[in-house]
């Protein structure tokens, strides 16, 4: 029996009411495992970037704030124009990927900061929308 990401999160927020308070916000950090792995699992990213669909996860720096993309693409020009490879081309490709993508070639524990705080926010909105 399989189960829609809409079922997950109102079985998840279920369970959430009979966690003692003490450990509820480690049952929120496991919840929200969860739910990156069966992302992950179910090729949720190939939906987001074939079909259309029009919410992107945060950490596509296409998700992230104009600012944070401007100095992302700043450090990424700096950095491959050291390296002999800028291509406006290239710099394009590298701002459509995810942050992750870019750990060999920028220091990104700025932007993950960014990116789990939002996951975290945008995970709590979804639980409170489920109640």
Request: charged content about 30%; aromatic content about 12%; overall charge negative.
């Amino acid at each position: 029996m399989g189960f829609t990401k809409l079922e997950l999160i109102q079985f998840f927020d279920g369970l959430m009411e009979l966690v003692s308070e003490e450990n509820k916000g480690k049952a929120k950090v496991q919840i929200r495992k969860f739910f990156l792995g069966f992302e992950a699992g179910y090729q949720y990213e190939d939906a987001v970037t074939q079909r259309g669909v029009p919410y992107l996860p945060p950490y596509y720096i296409s998700a992230m704030p104009q600012s944070t993309q401007e100095e992302i693409r700043e450090k990424l020009t700096a950095e491959l124009t050291g390296q002999g490879e800028y291509t406006p081309e290239r710099i394009e490709q590298l701002m459509c990927s995810r942050i992750y993508d870019l750990g060999d070639l920028i220091d990104i524990k700025d932007y993950m900061k960014w990116v789990s705080e939002e996951i975290c926010r945008n995970f709590q909105k979804k639980l409170e929308a489920s109640r």
